[in-house]
């Protein structure tokens, strides 16, 4: 599973702030998904628990949320937003596999549903981001 | 916050050199250089990476013949072996589709294969980059701090422009350059070698013009025997002293 490495990401960003931020105790992260990137939730939060460090004094008491994000593009030439169930069906497991682990080749496999273009911005729902980190200092 | 910038450093901790392949335009041989140097570092006994950058024209896999390589996820990614090299590319979940990507994308991409390439233990990361200047390049420099970089260039005026370009890019940010090579070279001159002595940095040598190479693309056996690949290995000990006579470097 390479939710692994982007979990063991997560974690090194939080104790990262915390440091920044002077935080000695991390009580709660929140970790938000995109849809673009067909994470599954379960499956995010089962590898975020396997890389938690058991040692680490600043993460003793954390807990974890994760929220999912819907994915929204707006296409550039023509400016027509649109969602992921917008857009035609992807043809076969490696394409949705290739965006599972790049994100942006969708501008491979997926087209504006109006006029088709591969130029489209990714407005929400890319993939994973540290959303928020609340602790004590 | 962006949790792929923390998870990079982890990626590469075991790695113990980055050497990015520049230059300032395409079609100098950035890719040819940069895979065909994998390659004799391998055959040295070094632990070698090669990591394509240039994402919206990815070529090291036609040049190694690695168009069948696929990742697997153990962790991360793992890269697979090619010819001993450890190999990422995008051209592995792209086939042959065109990714046009926008400088932000690119940024994207560049990260989060960064994020989840599992290298483990390398003594060096060969790294092809694309032309030019932009967001690859000032990306590289951002994100891979200890990354050294081979300047590829050749003496047509129009190559020299843009070399000179990214030497003064690359001298002005302090960053090291372990060389300059010149390549495409069809008879002996001094430009080239000239500007590594304008810049301070050292002049590799010439990588000859060989007309053989389109034919050897794809065929690592035949790619070995090139002048480019010959010349190469005479450039090896220089790029790394500690390990000739096939040693790993000390660690």
Request: hydrophobic share 45%; proline share 6%.
């Amino acid at each position: 599973m390479h939710e692994f490495a982007l979990a063991q990401a997560v974690v090194d960003a939080a104790l990262q702030t915390a440091d920044q931020a002077g935080i000695r105790r991390i009580v709660r992260i929140t970790v938000r998904i995109g849809e673009l990137q067909q994470i599954e939730r379960d499956c995010f939060a089962f590898a975020l628990n396997e890389v938690l460090p058991t040692t680490e004094p600043r993460l003793v008491d954390v807990a974890i949320a994760i929220e999912t994000e819907a994915a929204r593009f707006r296409c550039r030439p023509c400016a027509h937003a649109f969602a992921l169930p917008d857009v035609q069906p992807l043809e076969g497991d490696s394409e949705a596999e290739a965006i599972h682990f790049i994100p942006e080749l969708a501008h491979a496999f997926i087209r504006c549903p109006r006029c088709q273009s591969p130029d489209f911005e990714v407005l929400a729902g890319r993939g994973v981001i540290l959303q928020s980190l609340e602790g004590d200092q | 916050m962006d949790p792929r910038l923390a998870g990079i450093e982890r990626r590469l901790a075991e790695v113990r050199r980055v050497i990015a392949v520049t230059g300032g335009k395409g079609g100098i041989g950035k890719s040819s250089v940069a895979s065909i140097l994998a390659l004799v570092l391998a055959e040295r006994g070094l632990r070698v990476g090669l990591l394509d950058l240039d994402v919206t024209a990815p070529t090291d896999h036609i040049i190694l013949g690695a168009d069948d390589s696929v990742p697997t996820e153990e962790f991360g990614l793992q890269p697979p072996q090619v010819h001993g090299i450890r190999f990422m590319s995008v051209s592995q979940f792209l086939g042959h589709e065109p990714a046009p990507l926008r400088g932000t994308d690119v940024t994207n991409v560049i990260l989060e294969l960064l994020a989840v390439t599992c290298w483990g233990t390398l003594d060096v990361l060969v790294i092809d980059m694309p032309p030019g200047l932009g967001d690859a390049s000032l990306d590289v420099v951002r994100l891979l701090r200890r990354a050294e970089y081979l300047v590829v260039a050749g003496r047509s005026r129009v190559v020299v422009e843009t070399v000179r370009r990214m030497l003064h890019f690359l001298s002005d940010l302090r960053v090291p350059i372990c060389g300059v090579v010149e390549n495409m070279a069809r008879e002996p001159g001094a430009v080239v070698e000239a500007l590594a002595r304008q810049y301070a940095v050292p002049y590799l040598g010439a990588l000859p013009f060989d007309p053989h190479l389109e034919d050897a693309h794809g065929r690592a056996a035949h790619i070995g025997r090139t002048a480019i690949a010959v010349a190469l290995r005479g450039m090896r000990d220089q790029l790394f002293p500690h390990s000739a006579g096939g040693q790993h470097p000390a660690p």
